[in-house]
């Protein structure tokens, strides 16, 4: 694994979920709403790149999906998936820019926890060296701790998506000290993989309330948030949810880039 570069307060990308337009088109069936024109209108409105999670079941995204995604949006795919054969096949057939392995179970509504990486590495090291040989970025969904992240550098994974939603939660009950606690976890956690060469990813149930800590965080270079935008988009357009969102992970960049490059005062 590479050692890391030193920080210079990159620039933060985004990346958008487009899973729950599927969700709603299947709810009804037929072709609207489409997730591919979603993808188009977050890419006007300033995405960096567009997640689209495959699950087993095809609760949403289908594998249709996926092929006119990789074909005809002009952003990187980030293909979300369970490490299975199938689905790994899938990937090798259509080679988004990135694949990010995340746990999956049937009976969730959405992907709870981050994935096992250390009671998973035996599999997950030839499995993630197969994507990369084929010129596909690596990701791993996970909990922000330091010996599951030293796992997904010993994995070869390019890099590592911390879970926000145990932070997000707290934030929504107003917990200040678990707040506190969960921002300096991500802290560490960020920190740590940026020392062991991983790409530093975030998200998961993150809000225009909620993106500025973690968007300040230096090491952490993308985010990606799904379910929050859309909803928003029903209100003010998805262009223009993903501008604010954007505006706000810009504010809280500069933000910590003039506080770090103050002086400090002598003693």
Not at 72 to 94: C, G, K, V, Y
Not at 121 to 149: C, H, N, Q, W
């Amino acid at each position: 694994m590479p050692t890391s570069s030193p920080l210079r307060h990159a620039p933060l990308r985004l990346g958008v979920n487009i899973d729950h337009v599927a969700t709603l088109r299947n709810a009804r069936g037929g072709l609207h709403p489409d997730p591919l024109r979603a993808a188009h209108l977050a890419i006007e409105g300033g995405a960096d790149g567009i997640t689209a999670h495959l699950r087993e079941d095809r609760r949403h995204i289908s594998d249709t999906d996926i092929a006119r995604l990789k074909n005809e949006i002009t952003r990187p795919l980030n293909l979300e998936m369970a490490a299975t054969a199938e689905m790994q096949q899938i990937a090798l057939r259509h080679i988004p820019n990135a694949c990010c392995l995340v746990p999956e179970k049937r009976e969730e509504r959405t992907t709870e926890g981050g994935l096992d990486v250390t009671g998973g590495l035996k599999m997950l090291t030839p499995y993630i060296a197969r994507l990369r040989d084929a010129g596909i970025r690596v990701s791993l969904f996970i909990e922000p701790d330091i010996a599951t992240i030293e796992a997904s550098a010993k994995a070869g994974a390019d890099i590592v998506e911390l879970h926000t939603g145990k932070y997000c939660h707290l934030a929504l009950e107003n917990d200040a000290g678990g707040i506190a606690r969960e921002i300096e976890r991500h802290a560490k956690a960020a920190a740590s993989a940026h020392a062991l060469g991983l790409e530093v990813h975030a998200g998961h149930g993150l809000t225009y309330n909620t993106v500025a800590p973690i968007a300040r965080l230096p090491e952490i270079v993308e985010l990606n948030i799904g379910h929050f935008l859309m909803g928003e988009a029903i209100f003010a357009g998805l262009p223009n949810a993903v501008r604010r969102m954007r505006t706000l992970m810009e504010d809280a960049r500069a933000e910590r880039a003039r506080t770090s490059a103050k002086p400090r005062k002598s003693a």
